[in-house]
DNA sequence: ACCTTTCGTTGGAACGTTCCAACAACTATG
DNA sequence: CATAGTTGTTGGAACGTTCCAACGAAAGGT
């Protein structure tokens, strides 16, 4: 148990020199003397000195500091996501404060809240429920990137994301092509990025004239949300689901095969995101697959140009998602002589 | 684009008081008249105001933050422990600062010297690598609990964990119950965590007179490095692979049954934590289950109850494993008729 | 030999808060 | 009616840094 932390001003003394020039050596400048600089060097390692991050941002009136929110550290694709923001970050010089929102709407707000008074630099937005004006507001305050949000078009806030309409559209598509009509759609709530992925459904069965046979169950996120969602669909005997997200197709999987069926021989199943999970052997989930890792790194490289040229204009990027096809999707099995 | 931060000074002119009276009313001090109050309440919304983390930190001389660092965000069983410690620290008014060390060892260090410079209060350490003595000199700085490693004991740290070592033993007794005898341990690598389990798995073996028949094959804590593992493992042709985690395991299934084997009736698989997922009727997966959000839980209680009083001595608290039998295990299949 | 530049170094102000001692204006106490 | 206490409020010091203007010393140019 130390008495007291070391400051600037103590290595100052030990090294003989002033604390100005401490700040300068530790800073790495280059005016610094050699001598000094390992004189310094030396005493702040033999006092354990620690730089102090408050006292620094208060002062150089910049934190070096940007804040990540995402919405729910279960799901795998925001680690994913993440790693790409913070190995970017890391090369850039800032820290990384990650915070998660959690179940409640309010408490988003309230850590968006405490990011800001640390006095972040900057805001990485990861698949938040955050209404449009709130984002404006937010936005005028901290250079924002928003992830994973394609329904949102605003001028001073970077946008990365996949096309989730066409992406969503993609799929039904492909099952359509493969011989389905039956097709449900497991919707992922009331969040804007499960609105969008539906809407991409709704879309793509109109243009394959399904409009007729368009069905939404109301699911969630998550593998028990998809679970429950599909229990519900099977009632309506689809041929195959188009789910939220992959962690909800895991789920509806389980549903399916409880309900005794087979899939992708009773039920054809497809996903969203692209998980690693979800390409071992015995999931080989086939699904819509976006660029996690890629989607984290421009978001991280957006906000760091953003925040060293802040009248740098607002940009919004789409990175493309493609269909990946794996075990969980085929022909529809011929109408008459169900397996089961 | 405001042009600059109002501060509590800004504030203290708005509503004709004094900013120390301004401080006081922001921090829900009872002295400040309720006129008064009121006013300033006023005066800090229409100005926007927003209080100054940094510098709060550095006067008040507390930052009311703790950081936690951890391992690996990809693996779901993290997320469910950090939920635990979040909950219980915004319950007692303090944000939590997160961070992942990723890959590199080297980085956890250097994370851990970022939180050490936002002046946190208390320090939570999930599944991490660090050495002994670095630990040591962190607890030293810090009050510290460590979370998920039953290896170590150190006076002035506390640790939260189920007993790894007894943990596997439960899963080896069963399959020995079951009658298996050729029981392969995929360890998960050169982290404490990991090596406690096969210290558990070699001390079953032997209990249950299966020393010579033991062997460890070496793996990691990820999906892809379980799938290697056991593609290794199964050369050795096993009835049974005791897996460090469930990631890992849930990898094993997959090379198992991509070896056109079966689970479990050729081969038996259990694995480590208790991650939601793994209760998926379609993966189904035998596990020594933890209680994960009590792991968070607890480890929060403790920090914050050696932040309120310096001098409680640290503890060494352990939560019970429990194997829950699922899907992947079974009995081996008789010597002679192999179904394949 | 002088002036100018460069190099390394310095003290002091500033950042936005909290904390403390002090105080004025009341209210209660004997 | 004086004294003591209470309530609400205040200015100033402190926290540990960075930044700036200014400095002496050494080096370079004429």
């Known amino acids: 148990m130390s008495v007291a932390k070391p400051s600037i001003h103590d290595v100052a003394t030990l090294a003989e020199v002033s604390k ?6 530790l800073m790495g400048s280059p005016k610094v003397g050699e001598e000094s600089r390992t004189k310094i060097l030396k005493a702040a390692k033999t006092l354990g000195y620690r730089r102090n991050a408050a006292a620094r941002t208060l002062s150089a009136k910049r934190s070096k500091t940007i804040g990540v929110l995402v919405l729910d550290l279960h799901n795998p694709v925001f680690a994913e996501i993440l790693d790409g923001v ?26 968006i809240d405490t990011l800001l008074q640390f ?21 005028a305050e901290v250079p924002t990137v928003v992830v994973t949000r394609s329904d949102i078009q605003l001028p001073a806030m970077d946008t990365i ?11 039904v598509d492909y099952l359509v092509k493969l011989g389905h009509s039956k097709i449900i759609c497991l919707s992922g709530g009331e969040n804007p990025t499960s609105k969008s992925r539906v809407q991409g459904y709704l879309r793509a069965m109109e243009r394959n004239h399904l409009s007729d046979a368009a069905e939404v169950v109301v699911g969630g996120l998550s593998d028990a949300a998809g679970y429950a969602a599909a ?8 041929t195959a689901l188009v789910v939220a997200n992959d962690l909800a ?12 069926l087979v899939v992708p021989d009773d039920v054809s199943v497809i996903g969203y995101d692209g998980i690693a999970i979800g390409a071992l052997k015995n999931v080989n989930l086939t699904t819509v697959s976006q660029p996690l890792a890629e989607l984290g790194t421009l978001a991280a490289t957006r906000l760091v140009e953003r925040i060293n040229n802040p009248k740098e204009p607002a940009k919004q990027l789409k990175v493309s998602a493609e269909l990946l096809v794996r075990g969980t999707t085929s022909e529809p099995i011929k109408t008459t002589g169900l397996a089961n």
Chains 1, 2 share one sequence.
């Open 20 to 25: 100005s020039l401490v700040s300068l050596a």
């Open 86 to 111: 913070q190995i970017e970050m890391r090369k850039n010089g800032f820290t990384t404060m990650l915070v998660s929102g959690g179940e409640d709407p309010v408490l988003e707000q309230s850590d």
């Open 119 to 139: 006095q972040i630099e900057g805001l990485i937005l990861i698949s938040h429920r955050l209404a449009t004006e709130r984002l404006a507001l937010i936005a």
């Open 161 to 171: 994301s996949n096309d989730d309409v066409a992406g969503t559209g993609l799929a």
């Open 231 to 238: 229990t519900q669909a099977l009632k309506m005997n689809p």
């Open 249 to 260: 197709a895991m789920g509806a999987i389980a549903a399916i095969q409880e309900a005794g």
